[in-house]
């Protein structure tokens, strides 16, 4: 059968639509990275709100015309003009001094240009030969992660794309690692033991809610994780941690991990992870800690501290799409020990066959549940290389000082009451709270409830809603260091505005 060719015009026209050595790809390259540029730069002389405000239904409306797609294309420059309204404009503007809704940060310029080396060069991580250089820029990396949380020698590690993950390998380390110890049973290769719906996690109440969602996952069912109460300050109770030991041994259950929260999501409180270290080493127990929001602070020059009894983890959490300021999705899980990631390392003859291992060839693949994953490591190095380790701890440390700034000055205000007067890091929960709607919980759950969505479609302020204890509050999310106290004043006013127009309009009985 004869192969039909290509002819010269349609190569020529495929030539425009990649980056590649010959002219016309350089050309076609830099054409559509200046339009980019151009409209972006646009974009942002134009904010001056974090959102414009529009409803969810009038965004969904402006989206649908625009997604058509014809046989014969459209030239970039229009379709960057089509897409600026409906998705340009729409979009929330994270970078805005008073976007704090989430754990979701400004992200820095130099993550911003590894971005585009990223996905030009368009590597896998998988195995070294699609990743050459890379492999061994993400292996230094973790290297550096180690030495900064005093892991020892032993230990190593793999880039994630954030929390979730991380947290289900640690998990799955644990349960692997525990029926090979206990019974020698290999689940890999034999599934879950017999009597696995006797065997238990614990962690704290306010822990994040993949822990539930990787037990669920595991095989395990949410019915396996163990809820710890919390203290005062929204800390892991040790003494109800020995008790339920205590409990679940009578039971005849079988715990084998205690997951630590370094950073709560609501409070950003960190368990006593030395305590709780000590627990778990003496029982057997694997002993995982969260840290994808609190890891940060191990830049930071002046809460270094909080971090003490990290080190005796045997699996963490890292983020860098919070406290690192890297654009998502980037995050890192490390272990103590590196032979634990025998329990997901699997061989394929065309990826990373055992004969590499014998020639010591590095195949990521070997410590990730993912095959094909992304070169983030080079966003993390770029910022770090860039920025300077020492400029990094003043920007974390500066959002803290900001964080008990607002609670301060909140304090002060007539109308707003604080939940947590001194931060653990830089979130603070507080709600709109007239003395003349004391006991009207209910009403003032609505109200706050109200305040944070007008917020947002006035298009003033973006924070974040939670509930505590069954009564609605409101969150301040304070990432970026470049928010001022003017912006917490200004946000502030609009906040008691809002509320007052509620309570006075009588919209609330």
Request: aromatic letters at 8%; a negative charge; one cysteine or more.
């Amino acid at each position: 059968m004869k192969v039909k060719t290509i002819d010269k015009v349609s190569n020529k026209i495929m030539d425009s639509f990649f980056l590649h050595q010959g002219e016309e790809g350089i050309r076609a390259f830099n054409e559509l990275i200046d339009g980019v540029k151009r409209k972006l730069q646009k974009l942002y002389e134009g904010i001056g709100d974090p959102f414009l405000g529009k409803l969810p239904g009038a965004i969904q409306e402006e989206i649908k015309p625009i997604m058509t797609f014809t046989p014969e294309g459209k030239s970039f420059e229009d379709v960057l003009d089509e897409i600026d309204g409906p998705i340009l404009k729409n979009s929330l503007h994270i970078s805005h001094q008073k976007s704090m809704a989430h754990l979701h940060c400004p992200p820095l310029l130099p993550g911003i240009a590894a971005e585009l080396i990223i996905a030009t060069l368009n590597q896998s991580m998988d195995s070294w030969d699609q990743s050459t250089a890379a492999t061994y820029v993400e292996a230094e990396m973790v290297k550096w992660l180690t030495e900064k949380t005093n892991l020892p020698e032993s230990s190593g590690g793999v880039f994630t794309s954030g929390g979730t993950q991380s947290n289900y390998m640690g998990l799955l380390l644990a349960r692997d690692a525990f029926c090979q110890a206990k019974w020698g049973h290999n689940v890999q290769r034999d599934g879950l033991p017999e009597g696995f719906n006797r065997l238990r996690i614990l962690c704290s109440e306010e822990a994040h809610f993949t822990v539930k969602k990787a037990a669920s996952q595991l095989g395990l069912g949410e019915q396996a994780v163990i809820t710890i109460e919390t203290d005062k300050d929204h800390r892991m109770n040790v003494m109800k941690v020995k008790e339920t030991l205590e409990r679940l041994e009578v039971e005849n259950v079988w715990p084998f991990a205690i997951v630590a929260t370094c950073g709560t999501t609501d409070f950003g409180s960190i368990d006593p992870m030395e305590e709780l270290a000590e627990i778990a080493h003496k029982q057997g127990l694997w002993f995982h800690v969260d840290a994808a929001y609190g890891s940060g602070l191990m830049l930071s020059h002046t809460h270094q501290n909080k971090l003490k009894g990290l080190a005796y983890a045997d699996s963490i959490t890292v983020d860098f799409h919070k406290l690192f300021y890297q654009p998502i999705s980037c995050g890192a899980f490390l272990v103590k020990d590196e032979v634990h990631f025998r329990y997901l390392s699997y061989h394929a003859d065309y990826l990373n066959p055992v004969k590499d291992d014998e020639e010591g060839i590095l195949n990521l693949v070997n410590k990730s549940v993912q095959t094909t994953r992304r070169f983030d490591a080079l966003k993390l190095y770029l910022s770090l290389k860039t920025v300077g380790t020492d400029l990094f701890g003043d920007m974390i440390d500066e959002t803290l000082k900001l964080a008990r700034y607002t609670a301060s000055y909140m304090e002060d205000l007539q109308d707003i009451v604080v939940r947590n007067p001194i931060p653990e890091i830089n979130t603070v929960i507080f709600r709109y709270q007239p003395k003349r709607m004391e006991g009207r919980a209910l009403e003032l759950n609505q109200l706050n409830r109200s305040i944070q969505q007008t917020l947002l479609y006035k298009g003033k302020g973006v924070i974040a809603k939670t509930v505590i204890e069954g009564h609605t509050f409101l969150k301040l999310t304070l990432l970026n260091p470049r928010t001022k106290p003017e912006d917490i004043h200004s946000l502030l006013s609009e906040i008691e505005e809002i509320g007052a127009e509620f309570v006075n309009g009588g919209v609330l009985h």
